[in-house]
């Protein structure tokens, strides 16, 4: 059984940066492909950012250019670098390991924007 922890959010102010870290266990597979996803208050589940293990990544337009998703050295781990935060990225964010047709996810972990 796959599972799929997060860390690092907390409360920032706008312009502060944030760093996220995801680590699924129990598979001796590599995760072609793990991602973050976040749900705010009254709104859908949505995509923030993909990497595969080639390194491949994709990332939402109001992200791009101020948030960083890496593969980390050890297996199955991914980092999100969220930099320019602003008081609209405040959500839950979710880690996202999918592994032989079966979704996995994180607890989510809260982040807060706010002065």
């Known amino acids: 059984q796959v599972q799929v922890v997060e860390s690092g959010g907390g409360l920032v102010q706008p312009g502060g940066s944030l760093r996220l870290s995801c680590a699924a266990s129990?598979?001796?597979?590599?995760?072609?492909?793990m991602g973050w996803y976040r749900q705010a208050p009254g709104k859908q589940r949505e995509l923030v950012a993909a990497?595969?293990?080639?390194?491949?990544?994709n990332y939402a337009d109001y992200v791009k250019g101020r948030f960083t998703n890496a593969r980390g050295n050890a297996k199955n781990t991914v980092y999100l670098q969220m930099n320019s935060l602003k008081p609209e990225d405040t959500a839950v964010y979710y880690c996202?390991?999918?592994?032989?047709?079966?979704?996995?996810w994180g607890q989510g972990t809260q982040v807060t924007v706010s002065s």
């Open positions: 990497i595969t293990r080639g390194g491949t990544t």
């Open positions: 129990g598979t001796m597979l590599t995760i072609n492909r």
């Open positions: 996202y390991a999918p592994l032989m047709g079966v979704d996995y």
